[in-house]
């Protein structure tokens, strides 16, 4: 057989694609288990002024260049060694809590400057009448860093608790450095009511767009995400590359700027099941909670406005997520769409049917003039503070910017009239001279000068004549999921770095599984053919005995 696999060395090596690590949102706290445990102290936040914050926000808020404030950031010690108390099992394992309280929050998250667990160890986030519980965080969110940013947990009396098996007593390193008071997050409770925090002319994601974007918005909506960071929060969407391959690639806005991105969490399909289209009417909210955090910078520029993320924390290939497609030509769109969570909304969605401006202009307090494509008036829905950095799609649903800043907003159930700017794809794509500032060695690593991708559902449909073959490796468990998407009999041989075979087999299912669990950790390269037609496919996988 011949072996079809080039080796290229990449930065981005220690950030595997394909880590399972989303928080789990399994399982209980063990407390919640036992009947005596030791009593503690709570840890009583101190008070802040929010009327001033309130009168920031009031000046803020109208100006998109800035990310939107939703949280006040309260800077704490607290950790294993000098706060919270300790609760030893019979059978040696033990547990440590801490109550954290700030009068009159909606919502509390957290920001560990130390967070390196063992395996078999866990973290859970609850309020305390437990109504609301976030977890369990796990050794896979560990990072050379050692630090971790969590989702929120509503109220504001919170507890977080350490389990350490015994087999691994003494080896957990835990320590908060922030705690988030959120003073205007919508909560679950709030959104039953009507939301005051995003305007009445918005219009929820599953609202009708049109007959030539309805299918095409019910998949992309599927790569947005709400991002916060510390106290404050925008909007981002997962892009493919030209390899088709899930690398957890996540473009939003340079100027989503706060904190450091290790410790940014994400909330993928925040999506109302009773959608409000421009109206009083309720959006009601969704049981579902996929959350994730951690990331690590690739590329940025005021030029255009843009980040580039790895999220290294981890996507469930049950979340059915979704990677955009985009559009690098300097073509003016004939439509455009804007999908986006504004003021820390459920999820929503604009659009704009008039031919677009070029612009290089100064917007809001960005120190730099952006280039961008100019929305002078939307035809449908509007952005707000909150949606910096969501995705600009033209007709054939591929990204040409993402929201840089403008002034559009709701006035009732109608728009302001206002104009909205957006970083320029084409710009971001060839800008500066490094892959630091640039999308094009990230999304086109093989150099194949493709003009135009499209998302990945849609590059990945099967073909006439064509097989088609997907691959995913579960970090975590080491186990490596191959999916037949027709019929015939796939065989596989896995390649270590060196190129030597050390596995290899044969299945027929439409649905099957490799274990890599006896593999040292390392590099390897997984060849599987369909023996029926020869198409194929190879993935590199990265085994970590430390997971």
Not at 91 to 104: A, E, K, Q, T
Not at 247 to 263: D, I, K, M, Q, R
């Amino acid at each position: 057989m011949v072996v079809r696999i080039k080796l290229t060395i990449i930065g981005l090596l220690l950030f595997a694609q394909g880590i399972s690590a989303q928080v789990t949102n399994e399982g209980t706290p063990v407390s919640w288990e036992i009947r005596s445990k030791k009593s503690t102290v709570p840890m009583l936040m101190k008070n802040f002024d929010l009327n001033r914050i309130k009168t920031e926000d009031a000046k803020n808020d109208s100006d998109k260049s800035k990310p939107w404030r939703f949280g006040y950031e309260l800077k704490v010690n607290l950790g294993l060694e000098n706060s919270g108390v300790w609760d030893e099992l019979p059978n040696g394992d033990r547990i440590w809590r801490i109550n954290i309280i700030s009068v009159g929050a909606k919502t509390l998250n957290f920001i560990f400057d130390t967070y390196k667990i063992p395996k078999g160890a866990t973290v859970y986030l609850y309020n305390n009448n437990r109504s609301d519980l976030l977890g369990a965080y796990t050794n896979i969110f560990n990072r050379p860093d050692q630090m971790l940013g969590t989702w929120m947990v509503q109220g504001d009396n919170v507890w977080i608790e350490y389990f350490e098996p015994a087999a691994v007593a003494g080896q957990g390193k835990l320590n908060v450095a922030k705690v988030i008071h959120g003073y205007r997050s919508v909560t679950d409770a709030q959104i039953q009511q009507k939301i005051d925090e995003s305007g009445d002319c918005n219009q929820d994601i599953d609202c009708p767009i049109g007959r030539d974007f309805d299918e095409l918005k019910d998949r992309l909506k599927h790569a947005v995400a709400f991002v916060i960071m510390d106290g404050y929060v925008c909007t981002g969407t997962l892009i493919n590359n030209v390899r088709n391959d899930k690398a957890p690639y996540f473009l939003t806005a340079n100027h989503c700027n706060v904190g450091n991105e290790s410790t940014w969490a994400f909330r993928f399909n925040w999506i109302s099941p009773n959608p409000s289209c421009a109206t009083t009417t309720s959006s009601t909210d969704t049981t579902v909670n996929q959350t994730t955090s951690g990331a690590v910078r690739l590329a940025a520029n005021p030029e255009s406005d843009f980040k580039l993320l790895n999220l290294n924390g981890g996507l469930d290939e049950s979340w059915d997520l979704e990677w955009a497609g985009w559009d690098r030509r300097d073509i003016v769109p004939n439509f455009v769409v804007g999908i986006h969570h504004p003021s820390g909304d459920i999820m929503k969605m604009c659009r704009e049917n008039e031919a677009l401006e070029k612009i290089k202009t100064d917007i809001g307090g960005l120190t730099d003039p952006v280039d961008s494509w100019q929305i002078t008036d939307w035809d449908l829905g509007v952005t707000e503070g909150g949606s910096s950095g969501s995705a600009l799609f033209n007709s054939n649903g591929r990204i040409v910017g993402q929201l840089a800043g403008g002034g559009a907003a709701c006035s009732g159930t109608n728009d302001n009239d206002l104009s909205d700017f957006y970083g320029r794809f084409d710009v971001s794509w060839n800008f500066g001279n490094s892959d630091s500032d640039r999308l094009s060695n990230w999304l086109d690593p093989d150099n194949t000068r493709r003009e135009t991708l499209d998302m990945f559902s849609q590059e990945n449909l099967p073909s006439d004549g064509e097989e088609k073959i997907v691959v995913f490796f579960n970090a975590s468990t080491a186990i490596v999921n191959v999916t037949n998407m027709v019929e015939g009999v796939l065989e596989y041989f896995i390649y270590n770095i060196s190129g030597k075979v050390v596995g290899f087999g044969k299945f027929s299912d439409k649905e099957s599984q490799i274990d890599m669990s006896d593999k040292s950790s390392g590099m390897y390269f997984i060849d599987v053919k369909n023996i029926s037609d020869g198409s194929s496919v190879t993935k590199k996988i990265i085994v970590n005995k430390q997971l």
